[in-house]
C-alpha cells in the first residue's frame, strides 16, 4: 500500500495534536456581517468565503476580534453549496469588488489568482503550519495561503439502524461487504423505517467528481496533489471500481437522485432518520447536531470508502486556503495577515477554531485542546493509524472535476452516455487543459 511523506506527516502531526474538526461542502447559502467601529481611522477588511457549514460560527469569531481590535471591521460574505463560489468569485474581481481575504483551493486556484496573492511567509500562521500543508500554494519560496484545517470523508451511517438490521460496520472494508450490507438495509427498510439505504446527491457534482474520483484517482498520482497538477493525463486505473460505487449509491438511494442536494442529504434524510448512509465528511457535524444534537454526538459513525489495497482507508487532507489580495492597501494587507494569525494562533483564536468550528486543525500549537465531536475523532484514529489516502483532486485543471467529470456523471447517471464516455470525455477534458 502506497503511502506519501504527506500524509504520514499529517498522521504524525495528529498524534500530536488532540483536536477538532469541521469541513468543506458546499452549501446554497450566504451573508454579510457588518462591523461598526467608531476610530474614524478604521481598517476595513472584506472577507469572501465559501464555507457555509461555519458561517455563523465564523461571523460569531470575528465580533470577537473587532470586540479586541476596535480599530479593525470586518465584513463577511459567504457564498457556497448550491451557489457557485468560483464563479462569484470571478465575477467579484470583475466587477471591481474585490475582497481582501478569500478561498483558493489548491494549486490550480493558485496559478489562477498569483498575481493577486500576497506572500504569507512572515506570518505566525504560516510558521505553525504543519509539515506538507503548504505544498501545494507555495510558489517561488513564498508561502501564498494559509491552511484551513484539515478535514476527512467516507460514508457517514446511522448507528442505531445498523444495530437494529444486524450489521456490524467493523466488517465492511471491502465493497462486497458493503454491497451486501446495503442490501440487507433495503431489504428492510419498512421495519427499520427508512426510506433508503443511501441519499446519494446527485445534483452535486462535487460530490461526485471531487470527493467520490479523489478516492480511485489517489493511487494513481501516488495521493500527491502536486503529481496530479503535474500530470499531463489521467487513467482511471481504478474507473471500474468508481463507477460500481457510483452505481451502487445511485441505485440504492432516495429518489431522483439527479434532483438530490446537499442540503436534502444532510438535513431532510440523513439527520431525520430516513436513510442510513451518505457520502459526506466531518464537515457536517455542526449542520447533523443543530438538527439533533443526541443523534449527531451518539448515533453516527464513519466508513471507508472501499478502494482495492487501501481497505480501511479514508482519504484526509487539507481542502482549502485563506489567501490575501496583495492588491489591497498596504495598511489592509497587515490587518488580513494580523487576523488571520489571531484566529489559528491566539489562544481565544485556538479555541474558536477547536470549539467551535469544531475543525481539526492544520497547525502546531493545539496539543492541549481536545476533539470536539465523534465524526472527528474517528477522522483522528484513521490519520493517527496512519490509515488515509491523499487528496489529488486539488490538482486537477481548472474547472475539471465538476465542469468534466462532473457533468459526465451526471449524463451517465441519467442515462444518457456509457461510463466509458465518461472516462473518455474526462480524460480529454484533462488532456487538452494540460496542453
Given at each position: ?177 458493503l454491497e451486501e450490507a446495503v442490501q440487507t438495509l433495503d431489504s428492510k427498510k419498512d421495519e427499520l423505517g427508512i426510506d433508503a439505504p443511501f441519499a446519494f446527491p446527485a445534483k452535486e457534482k462535487w460530490v461526485m467528481g471531487n470527493h467520490l474520483a479523489n478516492a480511485y484517482l489517489a493511487d494513481e498520482f501516488n495521493h500527491d496533489v502536486m503529481e496530479a497538477y503535474e500530470a499531463d493525463t489521467v487513467e482511471f486505473a481504478m474507473g471500474d471500481q468508481m463507477k460500481r460505487m457510483t452505481d451502487l449509491q445511485n441505485e440504492y438511494s432516495v429518489q ?180
Open positions: 500500500m502506497k503511502r506519501n511523506k504527506f500524509y504520514s506527516g499529517i498522521a504524525t502531526a495528529l498524534l500530536a495534536s488532540t483536536v477538532a474538526l469541521t469541513g468543506c461542502s458546499f452549501g446554497s447559502d450566504s451573508g454579510d456581517s457588518e462591523a461598526s467601529s467608531s476610530s474614524e481611522d478604521a481598517v476595513t477588511v472584506d472577507v469572501f468565503q465559501f464555507k457555509v457549514e461555519f458561517k455563523d460560527q465564523f461571523e460569531e469569531l470575528v465580533s470577537l476580534y473587532e470586540e479586541e481590535n476596535p480599530d479593525v471591521n470586518i465584513n463577511v460574505k459567504t457564498v457556497g453549496g448550491g451557489n457557485d463560489y468560483g464563479a462569484s468569485l470571478k465575477t467579484s474581481f470583475s466587477s471591481g469588488e474585490e475582497p481582501d481575504i478569500f478561498n483558493v483551493g489548491g494549486p490550480t486556484d493558485v496559478d489562477e489568482y498569483e498575481k493577486y496573492l500576497a506572500d504569507l511567509s512572515d506570518t505566525a500562521a504560516a510558521d505553525a503550519a504543519l509539515e506538507g500543508t503548504l505544498t501545494g500554494v507555495s510558489r517561488n519560496d513564498q508561502v501564498l495561503g494559509l491552511p484551513f484545517n484539515q478535514e476527512g470523508y467516507g460514508l457517514l451511517y446511522n448507528k442505531k439502524v445498523f444495530e437494529e438490521a444486524g450489521i456490524n460496520p467493523d466488517e465492511i472494508t471491502t465493497f462486497e461487504a431522483p437522485t439527479l434532483s438530490l442536494d446537499y442540503s436534502q442529504q444532510v438535513e431532510e434524510n440523513f439527520s431525520l432518520g430516513k436513510v442510513a448512509l451518505i457520502q459526506q465528511g466531518n464537515w457536517v457535524y455542526n449542520t447533523i447536531e443543530s438538527m439533533d444534537p443526541e443523534f449527531a454526538a451518539n448515533n453516527v459513525g464513519m466508513l471507508p470508502i472501499p478502494v482495492e489495497g487501501y481497505e480501511g482507508s479514508i482519504p484526509v487532507g487539507v481542502p482549502n486556503y485563506w489567501v490575501v489580495n496583495k492588491e489591497s492597501k498596504d495598511e489592509v494587507v497587515q490587518a488580513s495577515k494580523d487576523f488571520l494569525d489571531w484566529m489559528y494562533t491566539s489562544d481565544a483564536g485556538k479555541k474558536f477554531v477547536t470549539e467551535e468550528f469544531k475543525f481539526i486543525p492544520a497547525y502546531e500549537g493545539y496539543e492541549d485542546l481536545e476533539i470536539a465531536d465523534p465524526i472527528s475523532q474517528e477522522i483522528y484514529d484513521y490519520a493517527k493509524e496512519g490509515n488515509t489516502l491523499g487528496w489529488v483532486f486539488l490538482g486537477a485543471p481548472t474547472g475539471w472535476t465538476e465542469d468534466a467529470l462532473g457533468v459526465a456523471m451526471q449524463e451517465y447517471i441519467a442515462g444518457d452516455i456509457t461510463w466509458e464516455e465518461v472516462e473518455e470525455r474526462a480524460t480529454k477534458a484533462w488532456e487538452d487543459a494540460r496542453q
